[in-house]
């Protein structure tokens, strides 16, 4: 009976210490390190002596078999009993094992085995030269399209530089002659020059015209006024004002110009001297008291108007100005139209190219060579990020050992509560039968109880049982996966300075041979 109460109190203090212990070990883990996860909390059901009891009845089988002297004293296998006893808690033991057969990561479906695989082959899987291979295949891709680049603008360079010089020699330039090339403000700033005398002669027409025409006449008046004066004169400056000052090759002669230009000035006075005239004649008939007369003098300022050398003598101060903000005007839209560009026809075109030319070589020269020379932060920074998810895998992988370590751990217990509970059972069993029993007991009473299908995890767990590791051992590997790692990663590194140095050489080589 003491053997019974010795056996069922250490059950009792094995099931504790493994249940008490459970939320410990987990929480424990969980402050040591918070990431990587915990491997969730999965463990075997262990079978308790009181389900036994009750579902079994060891002990009251044992006095009524051993009263009828069952087993026979010379008995030498294990009774039906006794085998009943055994597979009871042989089925409940495979029960557990088959319900629980892999781990996953807490909050994901991840196998823990797929983490350790994932883990080694970082930590073993030298993936630098990998690495350097795919960046030296970039870096030769590149620089080949590099020296293309290069190729390409300085030739272009060179032909916007003879463009410029065979224009030079056709059109009898002066050397030191170069094309005038304006920067975009500065040619937004003369886009606007004829955006605003445009708009200022219309309004200052309006004023003028005002107190001789009504609101929507004066505007009109106005606007077809400065029409002339600005656009007509800006398309002048541009278009034949350029060609007849500084003819080209491919401009026609002076004579061909000449007649445009005359009749654009006889149009300009033409056109300011009607407004004089007729704004000359609307004042006299606005100062006439008699309506019939004012009627007959306006009709008459409209044929003067038409014909208005006849009357130059009666312009006023009013008409005057008149003129002279169209005439002003007029002048300062052909200033800007002849030095919109350079005034020689097609030149500065041909500035702008080499100009662009230029830039473009500067360019490739300097802010695309930066590309290459921050090509090697960038990929020394990826090595080392590479080097760190080694290092953090390597970590990892301890981690997760000492995660499996624990589970390794409840499971022995288990093992142990298993084989601790039908030894008692068996023993509370032997105990009544051989209590009560008159002849003597079986021989195999005195043997070990057999327990064979209680398995240690390597067994059960195959696919994990290499991944176990004692503490002694987790140091080891670790301490020379950390070296190793270490030791790559320096190879590894002197391996792309020494690249570098020897390309980088090279890439300014090809930028001194630019010019």
Request: proline share 3%; glycine share 6%; aromatic share 12%.
């Amino acid at each position: 009976m003491l053997k019974r109460i010795l056996g069922i109190a250490a059950a009792a203090l094995l099931l504790n210490k493994l249940f008490g212990r459970k939320k410990k070990d987990s929480g424990g883990a969980s402050d040591k390190q918070k990431s990587p996860t915990l491997i969730k909390d999965k463990y075997w059901e262990p079978l308790e002596l009181e389900v036994i009891e009750k579902n079994f009845r060891p002990g009251e089988k044992g006095r009524n078999e051993g009263s009828n002297n069952s087993p026979l004293s010379d008995q030498k296998r294990i009774c039906a009993t006794e085998g009943e006893l055994i597979h009871f808690v042989k089925s409940h033991y495979n029960k557990q094992i088959r319900l629980i057969r892999s781990w996953v990561i807490e909050g994901t479906d991840i196998d823990i085995q797929r983490v350790f695989r994932e883990k080694k082959r970082l930590i073993y899987g030298n993936g630098y030269l990998q690495e350097f291979n795919k960046m030296v295949a970039s870096w030769n891709s590149n620089i080949q399209a590099y020296r293309l680049r290069v190729k390409q603008a300085v030739e272009e360079r060179h032909q916007a530089r003879e463009a410029v010089r065979q224009f030079k020699i056709q059109n009898n330039l002066m050397a030191g002659r170069e094309p005038q090339v304006h920067k975009k403000q500065f040619q937004i700033i003369k886009i606007l020059v004829p955006i605003i005398l445009f708009f200022t002669e219309v309004s200052l027409n309006i004023t003028g015209l005002a107190e001789v025409l009504s609101g929507s006449e004066a505007v009109i008046t106005s606007v077809m006024l400065s029409l002339v004066n600005v656009g007509l004169s800006f398309a002048v400056g541009i278009l034949i004002l350029t060609h007849f000052f500084n003819p080209v090759g491919a401009s026609k002669s002076k004579v061909f110009y000449a007649p445009f230009l005359g009749i654009y000035f006889f149009v300009l006075v033409y056109i300011n001297a009607v407004m004089g005239v007729f704004r000359a004649m609307t004042e006299k008939a606005n100062m006439t008291l008699d309506p019939q007369a004012a009627i007959a003098i306006s009709n008459e300022a409209i044929t003067a108007a038409v014909y208005p050398f006849d009357d130059l003598s009666a312009i006023t101060f009013g008409g005057f100005f008149l003129m002279l903000v169209g005439f002003f005007f007029a002048f300062l839209t052909l200033l800007d139209a002849y030095f919109f560009k350079d005034p020689i026809p097609g030149y500065g075109k041909l500035g702008e190219h080499r100009a662009a030319a230029e830039k473009r070589v500067d360019k490739i020269k300097h802010e695309d060579t930066l590309v290459f020379t921050s090509t090697e932060s960038s990929e020394l920074a990826r090595l080392n990020q590479k080097h760190e998810e080694r290092l953090e895998a390597n970590e990892s992988w301890k981690f997760y050992v000492d995660q499996l370590q624990k589970i390794v751990e409840h499971y022995e217990q288990f093992n142990t509560i298993t084989e601790e509970v039908l030894d008692s059972a068996m023993s509370l069993y032997r105990e009544q039968n051989e209590k009560f029993r008159t002849t003597p007991p079986p021989t195999y009473f005195s043997e070990p109880i057999d327990n064979s299908f209680i398995k240690p995890f390597s067994s059960n767990y195959s696919h994990l049982a290499d991944e176990f590791k004692t503490d002694e051992e987790v140091s080891i590997i670790g301490k020379e996966n950390e070296d190793k790692i270490y030791k790559e990663y320096s190879e590894m590194q002197e391996k792309y300075l020494e690249f570098f140095n020897n390309e980088k050489s090279e890439l300014f080589s090809i930028v001194e041979g630019i010019d």
